[in-house]
């Protein structure tokens, strides 16, 4: 596609369920981002891939969040047993590169809500 | 971990008047990147500044990088109704990209 796409656009869960969530970044693009963003926020760093690995996963809020990224390409962000405070948008975006000031697109986001 | 502080956190201007928007940190940045966002949408890149003393222009915008890397400012010439938005500003440090929390700017006709 032209651009990064998620999905779904929206999700509403109840208190205890799983969810994953999706990315497709822009094709060719080997750096791929996930951020969360809290309501009227800045964006929250989750973790990044390069490739398919992920060199820094300290930006994971607690254990019940985990992704990965196969093929080079498209990615799921899993949380488990979400909680009410999970409540966000998340964001993902895609560069080139990680290096800095690669130019980073992103997705519309997902936006997630706990009851 | 760099922070990144953004002001003011609010700002509502009516339409043809001039604003400005600041990011600092206590950090020096590699290099910083501003973004817009709109409602519903990601962020938008608008603009990296990467050279102590920078200022770069895009049609009404003016960006400024602070001399010693650890401040930039974003001023809107004549803003028009379709400046609203979020803007943030952003940095990174080996691939873990940092943002402020925003500007949130309102411009009414």
């Known amino acids: 596609g032209a651009g990064v796409s998620q999905s779904p656009s929206n999700k509403v869960t109840e208190k205890g369920k799983d969810v994953e969530l999706r990315c497709d970044p822009i094709s060719g693009h080997t750096a791929l981002y996930w951020y969360r963003q809290s309501l009227g926020q800045g964006l929250e760093f989750l973790i990044y891939?390069?490739?398919?690995?992920?060199?820094?996963k300290s930006g994971l809020p607690s254990d019940r969040f985990s992704a990965e990224r196969t093929g080079g390409s498209v990615s799921t962000l899993t949380i488990q047993r979400t909680q009410q405070e999970d409540s966000a948008v998340y964001l993902c975006?895609?560069?080139?590169?990680?290096?800095?000031?690669?130019?980073?697109?992103f997705g519309p986001g997902t936006r997630l809500t706990v009851l | 971990t760099q922070l990144l502080e953004q002001s003011p956190q609010f700002l509502s201007i009516q339409e043809g008047e001039n604003l400005t928007v600041y990011c600092n940190s206590s950090s020096v940045f590699s290099s910083l990147q501003w973004y817009r966002q709109e409602p519903g949408e990601g962020p938008v890149l608008l603009v990296t500044v990467v050279t102590g003393g920078e200022v770069k222009k895009l049609k009404r915008l003016t960006f400024q990088f602070g001399d010693a890397r650890k401040d930039s400012s974003l001023h809107i010439t004549a803003a028009q109704p379709g400046d609203t938005g979020l803007y943030l500003c952003s940095s990174d440090s080996w691939g873990k990209f940092q943002f402020g929390a925003g500007t949130q700017v309102v411009v009414t006709p």
């Open positions: 891939f390069q490739g398919n690995s992920a060199p820094d």
């Open positions: 975006a895609s560069s080139l590169s990680p290096t800095g000031g690669d130019t980073q697109y």
